[in-house]
């Protein structure tokens, strides 16, 4: 009896390279499936490890989770905070509209996996928040310091913003493809908020 055995190359991966790209196939295994019934075997498998070798970069699924999730908050960011950089010339109001617009865009290109990632989240998008409160901070006070924006508190607008973009995006973002008038209806508002 010929008996065939499936030899198994292995790869030897440095360890940041590893683990993102064990994170590229949870996202991909994520998108497919899901977060609920998500196990470590399910991601061993579809990243091309063994379960040992998972172990090694992270505890639980809810480890491979909460990375998902940082990687996506520090992409978004990332690619935003420019916009909200202080000092320089040019319109804050201008540059909050492009913020709120490219923000928009990120969302819902994004919509899939934002949506598995954060909606079971015991956290849910508080990490998301927390992430844009300081640039966004720092951002209204640098309007306030040259007397574009007049604003009665600064953390508690900064919040107010925070969770005002949220709800006007998302809810723009799932009722209609573009949400164009979401992200209209977002910059007017955000613009009452810190205009003088």
Known sequence: MDERRSIRTRTRLAPGIRRASILDAATQLILRTGTAGLTMEDIAREAGVA?????????????????????????????????????????????????????????????????????????GEAPLAEAFRAPLRRFIQDGSRTGEFTVPDLDLTTRFLIAGLHAVLTAGLHTSGTGAAAVATAQKLARRTLSA
């Open 51 to 123: 379960r040992g070798t998972l172990y090694l970069y992270f505890d639980s699924t809810g480890g491979v989770i909460a990375a998902l999730q940082d990687r996506y908050t520090q992409a978004l960011t990332g690619g935003l905070e420019a916009l909200l950089a202080t000092g320089g010339s040019g319109s804050r109001l201008r540059r909050l509209d492009a913020f709120i617009a490219d923000l928009a865009v990120a969302l819902r290109d994004h919509r899939d996996l934002h949506h598995a990632l954060f909606s079971g989240s015991s956290a």
